[in-house]
């Protein structure tokens, strides 16, 4: 649910918040210079310069990330049909997922955090979405994915977790939850926090 901690931690995994107590390990390391080169991060809220178009962007993402892929970048906003030549000032909010997404997942990164990524945008944008980030997915990577939208993208979970106020409530392998409980996780999402 809102205010459970989900965007802050996905924020300290991508090394821009620090945690408050504890810590977090990615890939054997704590979050710093090595991981910020390994995770690449989808945050729930544009941050593109708007005056860029679409292929400034992705010229800035070449740039900023040596793991950026520029060609899959090309063949992802084919696939997404987003003009090259458009302003981002000029995009829709389903525009902009798709742009994001694609930059997100063009790089060859171990973690992928994809924060909200169906979020606000229309039935068609969420299945090019959830297309792209299925024919994305690299076995030698991982994919955490917050969402609300939980029945739109139940099919990616391989194990899914929980979160309210700040704590795991429930985790576990997705297929083992579904057997035990005899309910899809959209059902169970949807008892553990009536």
Sequence with gaps: PNGSGKTTFMKIAAGLLRPQVGELLIDGSKVGLYTKSIVSYLPDKDYLYKWMKIDDAVNFYEDFYKDFDKKKAYELLDFMKLDRGSKINSLSKGMMEKLNLTLTISRKAK?????????????????????????????DSSMIISTHQVSAIERLFDDVYFISEGKIVLEGDAEELRNERNMSIDELFREVFK
Excluded: N
Aim: glycine letters at 6%.
């Design 111 to 139: 973690l992928y955090i994809l924060d909200e990524p169906l979020g606000g945008v229309d039935p068609t944008t969420r299945e090019k979405i959830i297309d792209t980030i299925i024919q994305s997915f690299r076995e």
